[in-house]
């Protein structure tokens, strides 16, 4: 009976154990996003000029519109990622063809929409950089989200076995 006590005691233990690894990795992964959530608002009011006025109306606006954008691809994604291009049927390959049209004009409604707002609080000769600015972006928090991830990873001990094959 104190075997089973003590195995089950020895459980709970190491649950509660992972459950607080879990939490650990779970809050310092925020905060990365965090980190890189700073960073690319930083990087856009550095590369667009942005003043503080500019900077707190464009990034709500900036956010929806990107956020919508991501749901547009995603419904169009989830509905052809099983599907093989190059083996559409023709009346398959004109739906692909209208979704993806389709797709793009949702693009382009949901720049314009944003753009339309952002006019209202930034001048245009901002507004029209944005496009630019966001592949800049992209790439740098690319580069950063990847320098996190180093620091993260214990590279591995290597045996001897190993290093005798080389």
């Known amino acids: 009976m104190q075997v089973k006590i ?3 005691v020895f459980l709970v233990i190491v649950f509660i154990h992972c459950q607080t690894k879990a939490q650990t990795l779970d809050s310092a992964r925020e905060a990365q996003i965090d980190a ?3 960073y690319r608002e930083t990087l856009f009011n550095d590369k667009l000029k942005l003043t503080a006025i500019e900077s707190k109306e464009f990034f709500p606006v900036y956010d929806l519109y990107m956020s919508e954008l991501k749901k547009a691809k995603k419904v169009f994604r989830n509905k052809w990622k099983k599907t093989s291009i190059e083996s559409l049927s023709e009346s398959d390959a004109m739906e692909y063809y209208n979704d993806a049209l389709l ?3 949702k693009e382009i409604d949901l720049f314009k929409d944003a753009c339309e707002k952002l006019k209202l609080v930034m001048p245009m000769t901002k507004i029209i950089l944005i ?3 966001e592949r800049e972006v992209r790439l740098k928090l690319i ?3 990847d320098k996190m991830k180093v ?3 214990k590279s591995k ?3 001897e076995s190993e290093s005798n094959i080389k």
């Open 151 to 153: 620091k993260r990873v």
């Open 103 to 105: 797709l793009q004009q």
């Open 131 to 133: 496009s630019k600015v």
């Open 157 to 159: 001990p290597k045996l």
């Open 6 to 8: 003590k195995f089950i």
């Open 143 to 145: 580069e950063k989200a």
């Open 36 to 38: 890189l959530k700073d």
